[in-house]
């Protein structure tokens, strides 16, 4: 069974600097994807970010990337610049796109973000 | 364009009452599923739908049963609750072709 680990249960980061969050995961199969979730306060579920396993090229969405090692399974998410905005819950999140019912997304545990002004 | 609706926003219950959790959504989406989300614990698979008829068990299905009689609807239902359910429900559709599942704003149920 595939699992997702997210080893920081709270973060924290001053505002302007960087901060990365970690996620390891389990799995046997070669073809899957890789997701970052934001959940602020108001519960909503944001996705930050997506990364295909077959893709070498580490994915960025403006102040938002991830490093992708395959290999280690290690899928960690960067924020440049961090602003109070950025402040909620992380999830790291697995879907194989193969499996019956392909849409079960695999979730960590989530990472608390802080941004200190 | 309102996506995936879920109501209530907020319920509560008292041990051994039923209720039904709804959700909509309006993107002709054919998959879809429910989760709960525990502290410390993420989000876990309750039920989940590939289409209008076909319904099948996640990782925590104990306690709840799934229908999905329209494309555009699919509802939770408890039929005797119990404390350990309390949680947030957070139900989310996707399409084939799409990546990125969508998900509602979330039930935060109480059972006392």
């Known amino acids: 069974a595939q699992t997702v680990t997210q080893s920081q249960p709270e973060m924290s980061v001053q505002e302007a600097e960087t901060v990365t969050l970690s996620c390891t995961y389990d799995t046997s199969e070669s073809d899957y994807y890789l997701f970052w979730y934001k959940q602020p306060p108001s519960r909503q579920m944001i996705l930050v970010i997506r990364?295909?396993?077959?893709?070498?090229q580490n994915a960025t969405e403006n102040r938002f990337s991830v490093n992708f090692q395959k290999a280690a399974k290690s899928f960690s998410l960067k924020i440049s610049d961090s602003q109070l905005g950025d402040a909620a819950m992380y999830f790291c999140?697995?879907?194989?796109?193969?499996?019956?019912?392909?849409?079960?997304?695999?979730f960590g545990q989530g990472t608390r973000l802080t941004i200190n002004p | 364009n309102a996506g995936v609706t879920q109501t209530p926003k907020f319920q509560v219950l008292k041990t051994g009452q039923s209720m039904t959790l709804q959700c909509a959504q309006d993107?002709?989406?054919?998959?879809m599923s429910w989760y709960r989300q525990d502290p410390g614990m993420g989000l876990r698979l309750i039920h989940y739908s590939v289409g209008a008829g076909i319904t099948d068990q996640g990782e925590v299905p104990n306690g709840y049963n799934v229908s999905r009689s329209t494309t555009e609807d699919f509802p939770l239902r408890l039929l005797s609750a119990a404390p350990s359910q309390t949680s947030v429900y957070f139900c989310?559709?996707?399409?084939?072709?799409?990546?990125?599942?969508?998900f509602g704003q979330g039930t935060r149920l109480t059972v006392v």
């Open positions: 989310a559709s996707k399409s084939t072709e799409d990546t990125e599942a969508f």
């Open positions: 990364q295909e396993a077959y893709k070498q």
């Open positions: 999140a697995y879907r194989n796109p193969l499996l019956q019912g392909a849409q079960k997304l695999v």
């Open positions: 993107m002709n989406h054919e998959y």
